[in-house]
């Protein structure tokens, strides 16, 4: 695995946008699930909402310009994707952004 600097992920949202199975919640506590606002959390409140596979706190175009609407109160997955990670290549393949 080699983390790389070189991914603007303001410039990408892939893993956002990959699956709704991935942003879903894990060991956040009662308090940090209370911060997230209710409309951007799935109905069975089990992680968040995804329009198809792309999270509905996401805002912007993949691989244009994106930013996370939730960002100071993302769910854990979204803190431990990491720029040049396994998850953000696979997610950034599936955009066709790695020779971009
Ligand atoms: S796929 Fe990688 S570069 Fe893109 S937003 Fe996610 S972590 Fe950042
Ligand atoms: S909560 Fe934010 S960081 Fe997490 S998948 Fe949704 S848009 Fe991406």
């Known amino acids: ?36 606002p209710a409309r951007f959390v799935a109905a069975d409140e089990g992680g968040m909402r995804c329009e198809g596979s792309r999270c509905s706190a996401l805002s912007g175009q993949v691989g244009v310009g994106t930013s996370c609407m939730v960002y100071d109160v993302r769910p854990d997955v979204c803190r431990e994707c990491l720029p040049g990670d396994d998850a953000c290549l696979i997610a950034r393949d599936a955009f066709a952004l790695n020779s971009a």
Do not use: H, I, K, V
């Open 1 to 36: 695995m080699t983390l790389s600097n070189d991914f603007d992920c303001q410039s990408c949202g892939a893993c956002c946008s990959f699956s709704a199975d991935w942003p879903r919640f894990s060991m956040e506590s009662e308090a940090a699930l209370d911060l997230l």
